[in-house]
């Protein structure tokens, strides 16, 4: 458990029935630390006393790139003078350092659309769109298979609509790496760029939940 700390606003997730809910760090002392309601699709989750529940925490002090993740047990519910509910949570005394968010990639064929040339992301939905499947995605990029070619160096703009998303993510980026594959297709590695906060933390969320879904089945 080398470094691990907890702070103000890290993103927790637990997992529940097989489902993954959100919240944030709300207070931290010296035993314990308080997380908001978990959250995953508009359904708040109900804990009880001496629970033990799997956590993964995010570190926001790193710009969330160090992964813990513990079990621990609910000790206490209150809540705040502003009304807000608090689940109160034993400090874990071992957490597993997960993995370093730039390192993780998850593997995935989804069908997508993208555009060529050094456009803003507004105008995306108004341009003519190739084809293309990705092969793996992370927070820094995606490995993109197309029959169409592209050059190192040359800018595209990616649209991502998997189930897994909760709306669609537009992101620039840029080819880094081609590769010839069979049959006339290319592999291209593609490099995000200028990507807004909000879009890497879906991308990070999405790259866990293929992660969870695929150790199931191994």
């Known amino acids: 458990m ?30 314990t630390f308080s997380i908001n309601i978990p959250v995953y699709n508009g359904e708040y989750l109900t804990l009880h006393d001496n629970e033990l529940v799997e956590m993964i925490t995010y570190n926001n002090k790193d710009n969330y790139r160090s992964i813990y993740k513990f079990q621990e047990k609910v000790i206490a519910r209150k809540t705040e003078e502003n009304g807000i509910r608090l689940y109160v949570i034993k400090k874990p005394k071992k957490a597993e350092l ?9 593997k995935l064929i989804e069908l997508i659309k993208y555009v060529k040339g050094d456009y ?35 800018k595209i703009i990616i649209g991502m609509n998997f189930e897994e ?51 199931k089945v191994v």
């Open 98 to 106: 997960v993995q370093r968010r730039e390192h993780v990639r998850a």
């Open 2 to 31: 080398e470094n691990f700390l907890l702070n103000l606003n890290d993103r927790v997730e637990i997992k529940y029935d097989e489902e993954i809910y959100k919240a944030i760090v709300q207070d931290v002392t010296e035993e």
């Open 120 to 154: 803003e992301i507004d105008s995306f939905k108004s341009l003519e769109k190739e084809n293309g499947i990705i092969l793996d995605i992370s927070e820094g990029g995606v490995k993109l298979k197309t029959r169409h070619n592209l050059k190192l160096g040359e």
């Open 165 to 215: 998303l909760e709306k669609e993510i537009i992101v620039k980026g840029n080819v880094i790496r081609v590769e010839n594959m069979n049959n006339k297709e290319f592999s291209y590695g593609i490099q995000f760029e200028n990507i807004d906060k909000k879009s890497k933390e879906d991308i990070m969320h999405l790259v866990f939940k293929i992660m969870r879904r695929q150790r």
